[in-house]
């Protein structure tokens, strides 16, 4: 917390100094309790992140807070906020201290009727529905969500980890979920955090044919989120003791009646909007706001956000290239002034970029999805069947009976032919990672076909 408050103290005062300020002049104005080598790392990852800007160079280096009325895109297009937004913007960018301390109005929530008021305007959800609708025809929940499951997995993992400061890169995280390698010199909690966003994503798409969107959904997905990383008791349902956030104002509900109260509300309401980009929206806004959970709140409002997309077959919500200052500020924005419009802004910019990627992966889609998805388990089968140098009926049973119990049926006969091909092809050079000796591929093989391996 004290390391927290002193970064504060130095994006404050380069706040403040408008026209940017030097590092020794900053030093001089943090005071003697500040480390140089501290405040040094400090710029450099508020420069990487975006929050700070770093003009000149070596003597004449200067610093000063970036404006949020800018944020630059990684294609070179620059997203900017409405007057609205930046008014909003502009007051959660002032010092906590300076801000009014505000409790969760839940007047807010009543006032919202579903197909009445909408928080997009019928513009922006036309936009969005042009750009992101997958079905051309009537086809199953889920379809599309399952075309691109594996490129879903690793964004949405990646990105909603990297929000709440998951230091894991996209190569790790998609190392880590398709073939189970993690990080060296990373936290557990980083990777529990990535694996929990794996099988809450795998949730939805499964159960796509049958979601609902209710209170116990929610808490499923929460559960899944938080495994782990919160008390066993908190896991799935609702706190029981307050809350506060961090760099706001903002005094959530304490009452558990009131929260799993309001909980219901939401979902009721979220259940009766007709468009699937407001009902979204109003997933990802009430549900942060809400603050039902002892923590993982936000994780599990961006995944909420994500079931009406995957029930309508439109692009999901993957939050790529979403900055962690910004998604922040419109969250402030959200719990202190009730304000949506930073967060409308964000989600219609980046959405459109996410379509834009989405359209060129299924365009440059040549891989066999089942092969990809299965990967781990197809080595796991693999693996089992030779140490325990299974042949003929023996192997084919297993990997019948394997597949049964752990592939979904539609995937089953493409997942035994990937099974078989693997075996025609096996050598050597394919057993890396699988834990499997030369000797014992060796002793199996002969099993296998003794008449070639004794040629």
């Not at 305007?121 to 499951?149: D, V």
């Not at 891989?367 to 140490?387: E, F, G, H, K, Q």
């Not at 050079?429 to 002969?446: A, D, F, H, N, P």
Request: aromatic share 10%; with cysteine.
């Amino acid at each position: 917390m004290a390391k927290k408050l002193k970064k504060m103290a130095v994006l404050t005062i380069l706040h403040d100094e408008a026209k940017g300020v030097a590092f020794k002049e900053l030093l001089r104005l943090l005071g003697p309790d500040y480390a140089e080598r501290s405040v040094r790392r400090w710029l450099s990852e508020m420069v990487k992140d975006g929050i700070v800007i770093q003009t000149g160079k070596k003597r004449g280096t200067h610093y000063k807070a970036a404006s949020l009325e800018y944020l630059p895109s990684q294609d070179g297009d620059d997203l900017v906020f409405s007057e609205a937004s930046q008014k909003s913007l502009n007051y959660v960018a002032e010092p906590i201290f300076k801000r009014d301390p505000v409790a969760y109005n839940a007047q807010w929530l009543e006032d919202y009727q579903p197909n009445i008021n909408s928080y997009l305007s019928s513009e922006i959800k036309t936009q969005l529905f042009n750009a992101g609708s997958r079905t051309k025809e009537k086809e199953p929940a889920g379809t599309y969500a399952r075309r691109i499951y594996d490129r879903l997995l690793i964004d949405l993992s990646y990105n909603s980890s990297r929000l709440e400061g998951n230091t894991y890169s996209l190569l790790e995280t998609e190392r880590l979920i398709l073939e189970g390698e993690a990080a060296e010199g990373k936290l557990d909690e980083e990777k529990i955090m990535i694996l929990n966003h794996k099988e809450a994503i795998r949730h939805l798409i499964d159960n796509a044919d049958t979601l609902i969107i209710d209170t116990d959904e929610i808490c499923t997905l929460h559960y899944l989120l938080s495994d782990g990383l919160v008390p066993a008791q908190y896991a799935g349902k609702v706190r029981d003791h307050g809350v506060r956030i961090g760099g706001s104002t903002y005094i959530p509900y304490e009452n558990p009646k009131q929260l799993m109260h309001q909980l219901k509300v939401i979902c009721e309401k979220a259940k009766d909007i007709q468009d699937p980009y407001e009902q979204s929206f109003f997933l990802l806004t009430h549900i942060a706001y809400l603050q039902a959970f002892f923590d993982v709140n936000k994780r599990t409002s961006r995944l909420s956000a994500n079931i009406p997309l995957i029930l309508k077959n439109c692009v999901p919500l993957s939050f790529n290239n979403v900055g962690k200052k910004e998604y922040s500020s419109a969250m402030i924005a959200i719990y202190e002034l009730n304000d949506v419009n930073p967060l409308i802004d964000l989600y219609k910019y980046f959405y459109l970029k996410t379509c834009q990627s989405y359209n060129a992966t299924i365009e440059a889609m040549r891989y066999d999805a089942i092969r990809v998805r299965y990967r781990t388990m197809r080595r796991s089968v693999m693996r089992y069947i030779i140490v325990n140098q299974l042949v003929g009926k023996e192997m084919q049973t297993y990997i019948e009976s394997e597949t049964e119990k752990k592939v979904g049926k539609e995937d089953q006969s493409e997942f035994i032919k990937d099974v078989q091909e693997d075996i025609q092809e096996i050598s050597s050079q394919r057993i890396s990672g699988m834990g499997i000796t030369k000797q014992e591929l060796e002793q199996w093989l002969e099993k296998l076909n003794p008449k070639k391996s004794g040629t």
